[in-house]
């Protein structure tokens, strides 16, 4: 089942301005991972922040995880052309070792 | 990482017949997934697949709609059995990353069933 819900679901900006995905979730994790999907294809690795981490960058990336409100944000900064994707957090839980994925923000850099 | 293909990358199938998706990893990994991707929706993990053993279903996925093969560490097959029109999806399979949570994707397999 779903368990992730992507904040917006679809996000339009200038090249240049940064870019806020949200994610939620519902039960308890080990960790929280973003991924990056273009045009349908595989999915690629963004970012992986541990239950008991709060905040980590990596490039223009910056993502942070609140576990008491079971949230997340990812940040793009200087958004570029090429960051037009769908953009996904993803959970491992416990116990599991199966990713469950949210629904995805479809965002669109304007050139 | 882990470099990882999907044969086919996509195909137009009749109702009622199977497809078989093979997935190909250049190392050798411990755990296969497989995962649904339905049109615009997001991916949701069909089974896991451990070499040497049977795979284990997701609620809502059954091993006669989807048997899985896991043959040895570096390849695994999934059929879409009995195919119908709701069974056009994207299916990908993934590995873990050795050490790490994170997963590797394979290009993912376009399925169209009229």
């Known amino acids: 089942s779903q368990q992730g819900e992507e904040d917006p679901q679809a996000l339009s900006i200038q090249e240049g301005e940064n870019a806020t995905m949200n994610c939620s979730y519902k039960?308890?994790?080990?960790?929280l991972q973003w991924y990056r999907q273009n045009s349908g294809r595989g999915l690629v690795h963004l970012i992986l922040?541990?239950?008991?981490?709060r905040e980590k960058h990596s490039g223009r990336l910056r993502v942070t995880l609140d576990t008491s409100k079971k949230s997340s944000s990812l940040l793009i900064t200087a958004s570029r052309a090429a960051d037009t994707a769908s953009y996904f957090c993803?959970?491992?839980?416990?116990?599991?070792?199966?990713?469950?994925f949210g629904k995805g923000t479809h965002l669109i850099i304007q050139p | 990482s882990a470099v990882i293909s999907q044969k086919p990358s996509r195909d137009i199938c009749q109702r009622g017949t199977s497809l078989t998706i093979q997935c190909q990893v250049d190392?050798?990994?411990?755990?296969m997934f497989w995962y649904r991707q339905q049109p615009g929706q997001s991916l949701t993990l069909i089974a896991t697949?451990?070499?040497?053993?049977?795979?284990?279903?997701e609620s809502g996925f059954v091993i006669d709609k989807f048997p899985i093969s896991r043959p040895n560490l570096t390849f695994s097959t999934l059929t879409v059995s009995n195919m119908s029109p709701e069974d056009s999806s994207i299916y990908l399979c993934?590995?873990?990353?050795?050490?790490?949570?994170?997963?590797?994707f394979g290009p993912g397999t376009r399925l169209t069933v009229l």
């Open positions: 039960t308890s994790i080990n960790n």
């Open positions: 190392s050798q990994v411990t755990m």
């Open positions: 922040i541990r239950s008991n981490e």
């Open positions: 993803a959970t491992v839980g416990r116990w599991a070792d199966g990713l469950t």
């Open positions: 697949a451990n070499q040497g053993s049977e795979a284990t279903y």
């Open positions: 993934s590995v873990d990353g050795q050490g790490s949570d994170t997963q590797y």
